[in-house]
């Protein structure tokens, strides 16, 4: 089994910062990636931010690059998403994801932590 938990979420007004963690647990030997998905009610999920456990291998999606920062523990256990310049059209519940290689690709899904951000 595999845990994630996720913190940090919460509502901030319009230019402000949060930082998300998320920790992982369990039988976690062979992750390929992690990262973070956000989704707002009646839309499709997508994805934020990610990075390959393997080399320096980071993406944004377009509408975050500049202000959101993806980042990792050395044990690789914890990924963090630390959000700057936050707009009102970031909020959504944003939901951590570990891409586990065993016999192929596994995703793994946090519970979701809502940010909500002011105008």
């Known amino acids: 089994q595999v845990q994630l938990v996720e913190s940090g979420g919460g509502l901030v007004q319009t230019g402000g910062s949060l930082r998300l963690s998320c920790a992982a647990s369990?039988?976690?030997?062979?992750?390929?990636?992690m990262g973070w998905y956000r989704q707002i009610p009646g839309q499709e999920r997508e994805m934020v931010a990610s990075?390959?456990?393997?080399?320096?291998?980071?993406n944004y999606a377009d509408s975050v690059k500049g202000r959101f920062i993806i980042s990792r523990d050395k044990a690789m256990k914890t990924v963090y998403l630390q959000m700057n310049s936050l707009k009102p059209e970031d909020t959504a519940v944003y939901y951590c994801?570990?891409?586990?290689?065993?016999?192929?690709?596994?995703?793994?899904w946090g519970q979701g932590t809502q940010v909500t951000v002011s105008s």
């Open positions: 990075l390959r456990t393997a080399g320096v291998d980071i």
């Open positions: 369990g039988n976690i030997a062979g992750i390929a990636a």
């Open positions: 994801n570990v891409k586990i290689r065993r016999y192929g690709i596994h995703d793994y």
